[in-house]
Protein backbone atom coordinates (compact mmCIF):
# COMPACT_ATOMS: atom_id res chain seq x y z
CA UNK A 1 0.00 0.00 0.00
CA UNK A 2 1.33 2.92 -0.79
CA UNK A 3 1.12 6.25 0.90
CA UNK A 4 2.61 9.69 0.65
CA UNK A 5 2.21 12.60 3.59
CA UNK A 6 3.43 16.32 3.01
CA UNK A 7 4.61 18.12 5.61
CA UNK A 8 6.67 21.21 6.59
CA UNK A 9 3.71 23.92 5.73
CA UNK A 10 3.54 26.74 7.31
CA UNK A 11 3.34 30.95 7.47
CA UNK A 12 6.37 33.15 5.90
CA UNK A 13 6.50 36.43 5.22
CA UNK A 14 6.47 37.88 1.31
CA UNK A 15 9.71 37.30 0.04
CA UNK A 16 10.70 34.52 2.34
CA UNK A 17 11.46 30.71 1.78
CA UNK A 18 9.93 27.32 3.08
CA UNK A 19 10.93 24.10 2.24
CA UNK A 20 7.95 21.34 1.98
CA UNK A 21 8.38 17.92 2.16
CA UNK A 22 6.75 14.63 1.12
CA UNK A 23 7.25 10.77 2.85
CA UNK A 24 6.41 7.75 0.73
CA UNK A 25 5.86 4.66 2.08
CA UNK A 26 5.15 1.33 0.07
CA UNK A 27 7.60 -0.79 -2.09
CA UNK A 28 9.63 0.68 -5.21
CA UNK A 29 9.40 4.24 -4.75
CA UNK A 30 12.44 4.79 -7.10
CA UNK A 31 9.37 3.73 -9.86
CA UNK A 32 7.63 6.42 -9.29
CA UNK A 33 7.66 10.21 -10.65
CA UNK A 34 6.64 13.03 -8.34
CA UNK A 35 4.73 15.50 -8.61
CA UNK A 36 4.14 18.90 -6.56
CA UNK A 37 0.83 20.41 -7.02
CA UNK A 38 -1.10 23.65 -4.90
CA UNK A 39 -4.77 24.72 -4.52
CA UNK A 40 -6.04 27.83 -3.38
CA UNK A 41 -9.32 28.70 -2.50
CA UNK A 42 -12.09 28.77 -5.13
CA UNK A 43 -9.12 27.86 -7.64
CA UNK A 44 -8.69 24.72 -9.66
CA UNK A 45 -6.19 22.14 -8.58
CA UNK A 46 -2.52 23.53 -10.33
CA UNK A 47 0.37 21.39 -11.57
CA UNK A 48 3.86 23.01 -10.27
CA UNK A 49 6.83 20.62 -10.57
CA UNK A 50 7.54 17.39 -11.34
CA UNK A 51 10.79 14.82 -10.93
CA UNK A 52 11.35 11.27 -13.26
CA UNK A 53 11.90 8.40 -10.77
CA UNK A 54 15.72 8.59 -10.94
CA UNK A 55 15.82 12.74 -10.00
CA UNK A 56 18.18 13.33 -13.08
CA UNK A 57 15.31 15.31 -14.95
CA UNK A 58 12.67 17.83 -13.08
CA UNK A 59 9.62 19.81 -15.02
CA UNK A 60 8.53 23.03 -13.72
CA UNK A 61 5.09 25.15 -14.48
CA UNK A 62 6.28 28.78 -15.34
CA UNK A 63 4.86 30.64 -12.96
CA UNK A 64 7.44 29.12 -10.04
CA UNK A 65 10.26 28.36 -12.61
CA UNK A 66 13.50 29.24 -11.05
CA UNK A 67 12.01 30.18 -7.62
CA UNK A 68 11.06 26.59 -6.81
CA UNK A 69 13.53 23.59 -6.86
CA UNK A 70 12.16 20.43 -6.95
CA UNK A 71 14.39 17.04 -5.62
CA UNK A 72 14.18 13.46 -4.01
CA UNK A 73 16.02 11.64 -1.94
CA UNK A 74 15.30 7.73 -2.93
CA UNK A 75 17.00 6.07 -0.16
CA UNK A 76 14.93 8.61 2.80
CA UNK A 77 11.94 7.77 -0.15
CA UNK A 78 11.25 11.93 0.46
CA UNK A 79 10.77 14.62 -2.44
CA UNK A 80 11.38 18.09 -1.34
CA UNK A 81 10.09 21.28 -2.36
CA UNK A 82 11.91 24.28 -2.03
CA UNK A 83 10.18 27.87 -2.51
CA UNK A 84 12.01 30.73 -2.58
CA UNK A 85 11.23 34.42 -2.90
CA UNK A 86 7.75 33.73 -1.82
CA UNK A 87 4.68 35.81 -2.52
CA UNK A 88 0.98 36.14 -1.11
CA UNK A 89 -0.42 34.56 -4.14
CA UNK A 90 2.04 31.41 -3.44
CA UNK A 91 -0.80 30.99 -0.61
CA UNK A 92 -2.70 27.50 -0.97
CA UNK A 93 -2.41 23.78 0.14
CA UNK A 94 0.36 22.00 -1.49
CA UNK A 95 -0.27 18.48 -2.77
CA UNK A 96 2.27 15.72 -3.13
CA UNK A 97 1.39 12.97 -5.69
CA UNK A 98 3.24 9.46 -6.98
CA UNK A 99 3.26 8.52 -10.65
CA UNK A 100 4.31 4.81 -11.74
CA UNK A 101 4.45 6.67 -15.09
CA UNK A 102 6.85 9.05 -16.79
CA UNK A 103 4.97 11.19 -19.47
CA UNK A 104 2.07 13.95 -19.32
CA UNK A 105 3.32 14.56 -15.34
CA UNK A 106 1.19 17.88 -15.99
CA UNK A 107 -1.78 16.79 -15.65
CA UNK A 108 -2.99 15.48 -12.21
CA UNK A 109 -4.51 12.42 -13.59
CA UNK A 110 -1.58 10.58 -14.54
CA UNK A 111 -0.89 10.19 -10.49
CA UNK A 112 -1.74 7.48 -8.73
CA UNK A 113 -1.85 8.53 -5.04
CA UNK A 114 -1.96 11.55 -3.29
CA UNK A 115 -1.67 12.84 -0.33
CA UNK A 116 -3.56 15.31 2.18
CA UNK A 117 -1.57 18.50 1.71
CA UNK A 118 -0.13 20.71 3.97
CA UNK A 119 -1.32 24.41 3.94
CA UNK A 120 1.33 27.03 2.86
CA UNK A 121 0.67 30.89 2.80
CA UNK A 122 2.33 33.99 2.39
CA UNK A 123 2.19 37.12 4.62
CA UNK A 124 2.40 40.31 2.65
Known amino acids: QVQVVESGGGLVQAGGSLRVSCAFS????????MGWFRQAPGMQREYLAS????????WYTSSVRGRFTVSRDNALKKVYLQMNNLKPEDTAIYYCAASYGSSHLKLSDRYDYWGQGTQVTVSS
Open 51 to 58: ISATGLDT
Open 26 to 33: GRAFDHYS
